[in-house]
């Protein structure tokens, strides 16, 4: 007689994997909020799965539906969240500077993206003086690592066994939606990146949009970043490149710094103070 080996139960997990990408997707609509329509079409979910779900995040107050216009926002929790993870990595207020610096010196716009997993999420631009600009990237766009040149630049600084996987995971997505991305197209890439130690896009998301990026690394090593600079294909020439890449590497290295002084995490009683000040919300109203 064989015996038959228990089949491993994958839907709680994968429900929590569907939450979590709700979550995301309904932070990119930070302004006005997004609607349930919205959220079925770009999750690609079906509406009662949909519905389900955001009730459950609505429950533990990472999401609010406003009573008027019935559309959804993130919700206080996951301000308590944020606040609780800015005190031990708080990328974006240790990158301003850099970030202001390099957008005023380059006359260009200025990206910190961050990582997450396979991906890499643009979290803020500065612009700089220069009247033309380009749109490949914009705050709030995720997008698989690889694509673009602080994505590219992340991907380059994981290790061979972590960058392989990462190609893996996301080969589907870069041959079907970034065609130009694909891994056979990335590895020359990632090689070229990491023998500089700054990476190149050479236009590969929009033609005439080029950009030079570096990976930021947390204290201990792991990559959890990377700054960026992007302008029109003319203003790219290889000496051009190379110039903002050793800007870029200057300023990675002041934030590196900086981030080895922000390892400190709150005590309870700053954590309750935190839920206490939470700005309030729409509330937990029935998903519809």
Known sequence: MTEQKPVADTSGAQSVDRALALLSLIGRHTVDGIG????????????????????????????????????????????V?????????NLMDVAQDSLSDLARQSGDTAFLSVRRDAFSVC?????????????????????????????????????????AEALARNTAQLERDFPDCAPDRLQPL??????????????LVLKNSWAVGVALHQPGGRVVG???????????DPERQAELGAA?????????????????????????????????????AAAQ
């Open 190 to 203: 990632i090689a070229e990146t990491r023998a500089r130690g700054y990476s190149v896009n050479p236009g």
């Open 226 to 236: 990377a700054l960026s600079i992007a302008a029109i294909d003319s203003r790219m």
């Open 123 to 163: 979290i803020h631009k500065e612009e700089g003086a220069f009247p033309i600009r380009t749109h490949a990237l914009q705050v709030g766009y995720r997008h698989p690592l690889g694509v673009g040149a602080g994505s590219l630049a992340m991907l380059a600084a994981l290790s061979d066994d972590d960058c």
């Open 248 to 284: 870029l590497k200057h300023e990675a290295a002041r934030i590196e710094t900086r981030l080895a002084k922000a390892f400190a995490l709150p005590d309870a009683k700053e954590t309750a103070a935190l839920r206490r000040s939470a700005p309030m919300g729409g509330g937990a």
């Open 36 to 79: 349930l329509a919205a959220i079925v079409e770009e999750s690609r979910l079906n509406r009662p799965t949909a519905r389900r779900l955001l009730l459950a995040l609505m429950r533990a107050r990472m999401v609010e539906q406003d009573a008027g216009s019935r559309r959804y926002s993130l919700g206080e929790e996951t301000y």
């Open 81 to 89: 969240l944020g606040v609780l993870a800015a005190q031990r990595f």
